[in-house]
């Protein structure tokens, strides 16, 4: 199942990763796809606004330290950025597979990891429309 939706600006890409954090388990997996800009980590903080509202404020690209944790209550959120890892080597040297089952794992240029996404994942590629609009095309889950 695809589908695509159109969001008019950051607040509303926002929005849609909240609503996609409603349907997601606490061990799901979430592939991002995009370039530099296409609004992936607006869209990691829609997902923390509605499962860890306390968090969200924390929510910034992971370039340099390849992952960012965010631990609620009752679910984690390992947010990964992918843009450095050159191989499957490297990214299992990180511990990688060390975060599986235990949260919900998001990873951004999910285009550096192609064989290590589970086949459940969901996947959400973002592209530029405009300075504003964004085109979001959502695989393996309906909202």
Known sequence: MEKIYITENARETELFGSKLAEKLKKDSFVALFGDMGAGKTVFVRGVVEKLIPDAVKLVHSPTFAL?????????????????????????????????????????????????????????????????????????????
């Open 67 to 143: 992952v960012n944790e965010y631990i609620g209550d009752d679910v984690k959120i390992y947010h990964f950025d992918m843009y450095r890892i050159s191989d499957e080597d490297e990214l299992y040297a990180i511990g990688f597979d060390d975060y599986f089952g235990n949260g919900i794992i998001i990873t951004e240029w999910s285009e550096n990891i192609p064989d290590s996404i589970p086949s459940d994942a969901v996947r959400v590629s973002i592209r530029p429309l405009d300075e504003n609009r964004r085109e979001i095309t959502l695989r393996g889950l309906e909202i």
